[in-house]
């Protein structure tokens, strides 16, 4: 069974410090990770999306990691703003090719609560 | 740009009574369309997604149906809502071609409460 796994389920840091989310998943086979982040009572935002070739990915002062011989990735933040507080969700798919048809296969984490305190 | 729009943000509704939640989205053509839910705690789960009008592929057996009228609407229905329909409905879109790596664009929600 396909799953997704992320730790912690939440966390609390200071503005300005840096964190790192983890996420792993059993999903096969694989195709891409993708991070979202959603603020309470909204929609998931994409953050990143990663393919079996890519090892990093940064967008602002998030960056991305993938293994995908371990099936592990990582969410880093860095100089954390009171805006980052939020949930961060991981989330693979499967190999479908090159087409997206509509019927990818998604596979969510539960996600991480992350809360910056001033 | 494109942009979606989910209504009603929140809805309060009785045991066995009807639903209808209406997505639309603006700035693309052909869009793949999709219906989650996200329950507390859990992740999110697909219930519909659609490639095209009237092409609907359902993940979960379940007491909701979902149609595509229009290319860029889409509606979440139910004849008779249990308690357990309770949760926060998403609606989504991607492109409808191309590399597998396009994101999903998700729509504000919906918080639905049976009572």
């Known amino acids: 069974k396909n799953q997704v796994e992320q730790s912690p389920q939440s966390l609390i840091i200071l503005e300005g410090k840096n964190c790192t989310l983890q996420?792993?998943?059993?999903?096969?086979?694989?195709?891409?990770l993708r991070w979202y982040k959603q603020d309470t009572g909204r929609g998931p935002v994409s953050l990143t999306i990663?393919?079996?070739?890519?090892n990093t990915k940064s967008n602002g002062r998030y960056t991305a990691t993938l293994d995908a011989d371990t099936k592990q990735s990582s969410l880093h933040i860095t100089a954390s703003q009171l805006s980052d507080s939020a949930s961060y969700i991981c989330?693979?798919?499967?190999?479908?090719?090159?087409?997206?048809?509509?019927?990818?296969?998604?596979?969510f984490g539960t996600g991480t609560r992350l809360t910056i305190i001033p | 740009s494109q942009t979606i729009h989910q209504w009603p943000a929140t809805l309060v509704q009785p045991v066995g009574s009807p639903l209808s939640l209406e997505c639309t989205v603006e700035?693309?053509?052909?869009?793949?369309l999709y219906w989650y839910r996200q329950a507390a705690g859990r992740g999110l789960q697909l219930l519909f997604y659609?490639?095209?009008?009237?092409?609907i592929s359902s993940e979960v057996p379940q007491n909701l149906s979902a149609s595509r009228p229009q290319d860029r609407q889409f509606i979440l229905s139910s004849k008779k809502l249990l308690l357990s329909d309770s949760g926060f409905y998403l609606c989504?879109?991607?492109?409808?071609?191309?590399?597998?790596?396009?994101?999903?664009?998700f729509g504000d929600g919906t918080r639905l409460s049976i009572l």
């Open positions: 989504a879109w991607s492109g409808g071609y191309g590399p597998a790596t396009q994101p999903q664009h």
């Open positions: 996420c792993n998943y059993t999903v096969s086979p694989f195709s891409n």
């Open positions: 990663m393919t079996f070739s890519e």
């Open positions: 989330v693979v798919s499967e190999g479908r090719g090159l087409s997206n048809f509509g019927n990818e296969k998604l596979t």
């Open positions: 700035g693309t053509s052909n869009p793949n």
């Open positions: 659609s490639v095209g009008i009237g092409q």
